[in-house]
């Protein structure tokens, strides 16, 4: 009887660890970003002498935790030190006091150093963000280049 006791207050235990350690799906949420950059990476968006392409970054938002993760190509990067309200607005820390933050759903780098076409150093951003549907019309729009 003890036996049988001891197994029901075990899982009753583990079911309410399981409830209070876990994270509900509502405090998970994802954000897509789409950008227009130049194809020479070092100049800005706005002032490229060559071709402009079109990227997105997704970002898990962890609201309880109070974390961001953003998908890399090759992996992910972490972002610990944030404060989260949720998937539209967020700033976490980088490296070297950097941030990284997003507000009503636009997002803003603060290491974004580029040059312009005569090669200058400027305050421009290398990413401009834009819709969505512009960015797979864009996309679209590359895909049958290469078939030329």
């Known amino acids: 009887m003890a036996s049988k006791n001891g197994t029901i207050a075990f899982i009753a235990g583990a079911l309410i660890a399981y409830l209070f350690v876990s994270t509900s799906s509502n405090t998970i949420e994802e954000k897509t970003v789409y950008f ?37 190509d090759f992996f992910p990067t972490v972002f610990k030190s944030c404060i989260v309200f949720d998937k539209d607005n967020w700033q976490c820390e980088k490296e070297k006091g950097q941030t990284i933050s997003m507000t009503e759903g636009n997002i803003y780098n603060s290491d974004g150093v580029s ?16 819709s969505a549907i512009t960015y797979y019309v864009f996309s679209e729009l590359e895909f049958l280049n290469n078939f030329k």
């Open 36 to 72: 227009q950059y130049c194809s020479d990476f070092q100049h800005n968006v706005f002032d490229c002498p060559s071709r402009r392409n079109v990227t997105k970054k997704t970002f898990k938002i962890f609201i309880d935790r109070q974390m961001i993760v953003e998908k890399g």
């Open 115 to 130: 040059v312009n076409k005569e090669g200058n150093r400027s305050s421009l951003p290398i990413f401009n963000q834009i």
